[in-house]
């Protein structure tokens, strides 16, 4: 188990609903946590909203007002209290628009969001290595929320959603794919020197439901989990139980089992 001590998180995409559960999970367990939000007041109220004390996030939460897509904003997320955080939690994601298109009826308002903060986050820890490279020796495992229907391995979607994950969301799922592809590269660098993360560890989701509500879920337990090779096939998940489960399985064991798999989540 982690030792909460010497434990940090930094969490992007903090006001979705994965990552948002994530975090408040964490700063219940006492976690010292740094999130970047573009409006800081949004996700104080998101927290407060689900019942977590203004002690707590006093305590616990440090808020840093930027975009996933500056470097110096994504630095100063990195960096709590002097020290490089132990753990990276990204729910970043286009919010999907409906567009009059039979080829591509669904696109996002940032179609690139997932593929650019990648390139961002890894951008900022070779600057913040470059910095203090004595730093280097301490990486961050990085858990990052992708989704069914882009594996190279047997099909995880249900017969019945295929025409909507492979055609509807084609879009969406380009963006995943080059967040994935970038860090599959990025973690086969043969030099330990060109490799900034630990460890990986990619968590495709089944179609999400729910909002902002960390009480929302059925509970991590009750999750059906595979990897590529051998994924679990389902229809939906709760984001409340996605969230849940990278913190049970992720924060807490140091990735545990998973690390280094892309690992299929679903109900």
């Not at 630095?75 to 020290?83: I, P, S």
């Amino acid at each position: 188990m982690t030792d909460k001590s010497n434990c940090t998180i930094a969490v992007f995409g903090a006001t979705g609903g994965c990552a948002n559960a994530t975090l408040v999970h964490s700063l219940l367990a006492g976690y010292d946590v740094s999130a970047l939000a573009r409006t800081p007041s949004k996700l104080t109220a998101q927290l407060l909203e689900q019942g977590l004390a203004q002690e707590t996030l006093d305590r616990h939460l440090t808020i840093v007002q930027g975009d996933a897509t500056n470097v110096d904003d994504v630095k100063r997320a990195l960096v709590k209290d002097g020290k490089l955080v132990s753990f990276i939690v990204s729910g970043l994601g286009g919010k999907p628009i409906l567009q009059k298109s039979l080829r591509t009826p669904v696109t996002l308002d940032n179609p690139g969001i997932c593929a650019t903060s990648t390139e961002t986050l890894l951008n900022a820890l070779r600057a913040i290595y470059t910095e203090n490279p004595s730093g280097a020796a301490i990486k961050p495992l990085l858990a990052y929320v992708s989704t069914t229907g882009i594996s190279n391995g047997p099909e995880d979607v249900p017969f019945w959603f295929r025409f909507l994950y492979h055609v509807l969301l084609a879009v969406p799922h380009v963006d995943k794919r080059k967040m994935e592809s970038t860090l599959k590269w990025h973690m086969a660098q043969s030099e330990t020197s060109e490799r900034f993360l630990r460890a990986v560890v990619g968590v495709r989701a089944s179609l999400l439901t729910g909002g902002i509500d960390y009480r929302s879920g059925h509970g991590w337990r009750t999750l059906r989990v595979g990897t590529e090779e051998k994924p679990v096939v389902g229809y939906t998940i709760s984001r409340a139980d996605v969230g849940e489960w990278i913190f049970e399985e992720i924060v807490k064991k140091h990735g545990g089992e998973w690390v280094g798999q892309r690992v299929t989540l679903t109900s």
